[in-house]
């Protein structure tokens, strides 16, 4: 059914990133007021060991909930979070990740004019210069294109929490378990309207998806073996290691 008063639910995972964390929640608390109005924030801690639960504190005003317990990594913070949410959509930020405010609130628009059956994808940018080999500019794509690489960011992401409820983010998965969880929703026609003139968020450096290491693209097969067709996945015994060759050169470049 249609909203009328559209609400998203913003799932923060942290852990030991007090500072990181800090900067996202300023940027939430300055958004104005009409806006902040209608987010949940929700902060899902791995029982960190720094500052982050006085940050938090410092922020109670514009938190919605804190659940602070050892886990198993990002995904299951990610799931506890969600178990917390209310609201009809899930809008997922790393600590650090910060909301452009004038297309977020377009964003909120879109999804005030929309069913809460679909999800949407926005832009992303990055917050100052890449690393070698990572776009300025993340443009959102849905149907085949995810079955080469991951085009559904999930900063720029905004699904219902239905989704997430119903289909947890797996959480056997390092640093894939959102391109998983993505590969999932395509193969269940899922439906995510694309909207890359409207740019959500800005994205910190750093994360674990930008360590081009080996153990990356292996996980990224594992994803893949799992949930592609066979012709598309004898494709990637070749795509996977010029994947990563490519962005190998990126980094020597700088060198």
């Known amino acids: 059914m249609k909203r009328g008063a559209t609400k998203v639910a913003v799932v923060i995972p ?17 958004l104005d007021a009409s806006v902040l109005g209608q987010l949940e924030v929700i902060v899902a801690d791995g029982a960190s060991t720094d ?24 995904y299951e913070a990610i799931n ?20 452009m405010a004038t297309d977020f609130r377009r964003a909120l628009d879109v999804l005030s004019k929309t069913e809460d059956n679909v ?35 999930h900063q720029g992401l905004i699904a219902p929490s239905s989704w997430l409820k119903s289909n947890p983010l797996p959480t056997s998965y390092r640093v894939l378990g959102d391109y998983a969880w993505c590969l999932d929703r395509l193969q269940a026609n899922e439906t995510i309207h694309c909207h890359p ?5 800005k994205v910190s450096r750093g994360g674990l998806s930008r360590s081009f ?43």
């Open 14 to 30: 942290a852990w030991n990133d007090a500072a990181a964390l800090r900067i996202s929640l300023s940027q939430l608390q300055a």
């Open 51 to 74: 500052e982050t639960l006085s940050v938090l504190a410092s922020f109670a005003s514009i938190v919605t909930h804190v659940d602070s317990q050892a886990d198993g990594g990002v």
């Open 80 to 99: 506890r979070g969600v178990s917390r949410v209310s609201a009809p959509w899930v809008w997922v930020l790393g600590a650090g990740d910060t909301p």
């Open 119 to 153: 999800a949407h994808a926005f832009a992303v940018a990055s917050d100052g210069a890449p690393e070698p080999g990572v776009p300025e500019m993340w443009i959102p794509r849905w149907g085949n294109p995810m079955h080469w690489r991951n085009t559904m960011h």
């Open 197 to 201: 003139e409207i740019v959500v968020a």
């Open 213 to 255: 290491n080996l153990a990356l693209y292996r996980e990224e097969w594992c994803v893949k073996k799992e949930r592609l067709p066979w012709h598309i996945l004898m494709a990637h015994v070749v795509w996977l290691p010029v994947k990563w060759a490519f962005k190998l050169c990126s980094r020597m470049r700088l060198i």
